[in-house]
C-alpha cells in the first residue's frame, strides 16, 4: 500500500475544529452491492445509502466516469455512452448532527485501483472537450475523432505508453454536499462541490464542503488516476478505486465555497463560466478566509496574494469552469 504524509493532519482545521477531535470512529464498507445505484444528480431529493458519526471513516467502491461501459479500445463511446449519464456518484452520506451553515471535512486518506488487473480508461467523446465545439460552444466545425485508451497502472505509476511512464497521482474528480432545494447534474461543479476535477484533492489533503441541508448528503466519485491541468482532452486516466476517508464535521462554519488544505498550503475553489469569474470567486474565498481565521487585513491579504498566490486549473471543459487559488502555509501561519 502506497503511504502519504499525514502528519500534518493533527494540525489542521479538521482535527483543531472537528467535532470528532481527530479520533477515527467506527470503520464503515460502502461498496457496490451496498451502493446499488449509482446517482448523476447531486440534490436533497435521493434516498441515503449510509449513516455515519463525525470522525467515522468510509472505505467506499466508487467506478469509473463511465460505469465500466466502455470496455475496450474497440469501443465507441458515442454508441456505448449516453449523455448525460456520466459521472456516478456514491452516496449520499448522511453524517449525524449536520446541518445548515456547518461543514463537511473529508480528509482523503488513501486511494487504490481496483479490480484484479486494474486499467484506467481515457477517451474523446463528441461535442466534449475543450480543444472542439460543444453543444455550449457551438461551431460549424465536424466533431474530433473518437478514440479510447485503455491504460495499465499500479499504485506507483500510469503506463500511459512503451513511450510515457506518469507518476500516479490519484485525486476524486467529483466530490459535493447537496445544494438546499436543487438537485445538479454530476458534470456540473458550483458553489456545492461538484465536478470541480482538482489535482489537488487527493490523498493527504482535506477538503472542506459548505452544509446546505440536513445530513449534509455527502456524494463522492470520478476518481482518477492522474491529471493535467484543465483535464484538457474532457477526460483524465478514470478508474475505479476502493477510496478511504475520514469525515468529520465543524458547526457554525458560515462558507460559500468549497475549500481545500493540505500540508503546505490553503485554496479556495470557485466554478463558473467564464473562467477568469472562476478565478475572481476562488481568490475573494480565500482572502476571506484569510482574513476571518488569519488575522489578516482584507486589503493587505488581497495586494499580498498578487505577489505569491498561485492558481490551480481544475477543469475548463465542463458546464462551469473550476479554479483553485492558494496561499502557502508558511506565509499566514505565525
Not at 469509473?64 to 456520466?86: C, H, N, Q, T, Y
Not at 485525486?171 to 456545492?192: A, K, R
Not at 489533503?205 to 492522474?226: M, S
Not at 493535467?228 to 478508474?239: I, L, Q, Y
Request: proline content about 7%; some cysteine.
Amino acid at each position: 500500500m502506497r503511504s502519504y504524509p499525514n502528519d500534518w493532519v493533527t494540525e489542521s482545521i479538521m482535527y483543531r475544529r472537528g467535532v470528532g477531535y481527530g479520533s477515527t470512529g467506527v470503520t464503515h464498507h460502502l461498496t457496490e452491492e451496498a451502493q446499488g445505484v449509482y446517482h448523476y444528480t447531486i440534490g436533497p431529493y435521493s434516498e441515503p445509502v449510509l449513516h455515519i458519526n463525525p470522525g467515522d471513516r468510509v472505505v467506499v467502491e466508487t467506478c469509473d466516469a463511465f460505469e465500466g461501459k466502455i470496455r475496450s479500445e474497440s469501443d465507441v463511446p458515442s454508441e456505448v455512452l449516453e449523455m448525460p449519464w456520466l459521472n456516478p456518484q456514491c452516496g449520499p452520506i448522511m453524517v449525524e448532527g449536520a446541518e445548515k451553515g456547518d461543514v463537511l471535512c473529508v480528509h482523503i486518506e488513501h486511494m487504490a485501483p481496483r479490480g484484479p488487473n486494474p486499467r484506467g480508461t481515457c477517451c474523446m467523446i463528441r461535442e466534449f472537450g475543450a480543444l472542439t465545439g460543444t453543444t455550449l460552444t457551438a461551431t460549424l466545425n465536424e466533431p474530433l475523432p473518437e478514440i479510447v485508451r485503455k491504460i495499465n497502472l499500479d499504485e506507483e505509476k500510469v503506463y500511459w505508453s512503451d513511450r510515457v511512464t506518469l507518476p500516479y497521482k490519484p485525486h476524486i474528480g467529483t466530490l459535493s454536499c447537496s445544494p438546499e432545494i436543487d438537485s445538479i447534474n454530476s458534470l456540473t461543479p458550483d458553489s456545492h462541490g461538484g465536478n470541480m476535477d482538482l489535482p489537488d484533492m487527493g490523498p493527504g489533503t482535506i477538503t472542506y464542503l459548505p452544509v446546505r441541508t440536513k445530513g449534509g448528503r455527502l456524494f463522492i466519485g470520478d476518481a482518477h488516476a492522474c491529471q493535467g491541468d484543465g483535464e484538457v482532452c474532457g477526460v483524465a486516466v478514470e478508474f475505479a478505486t476502493t477510496t478511504t476517508m475520514t469525515v468529520d464535521l465543524i458547526k457554525n462554519w458560515p462558507i460559500e465555497w468549497p475549500r481545500l488544505e493540505a500540508d503546505d498550503f490553503i485554496m479556495g475553489i470557485g466554478s463558473t463560466r467564464p473562467l477568469e469569474d472562476s478565478a475572481r470567486i476562488a481568490y475573494r474565498e480565500l482572502i476571506r478566509w484569510m482574513a476571518a481565521d488569519y488575522g489578516f487585513d482584507q486589503w493587505d491579504a488581497y495586494m499580498m496574494l498578487s505577489q505569491c498566490g498561485k492558481v490551480r486549473l481544475g477543469n475548463f471543459v465542463d458546464p462551469k469552469y473550476t479554479i483553485g487559488a492558494a496561499v502557502p502555509k508558511k506565509y499566514i501561519q505565525d
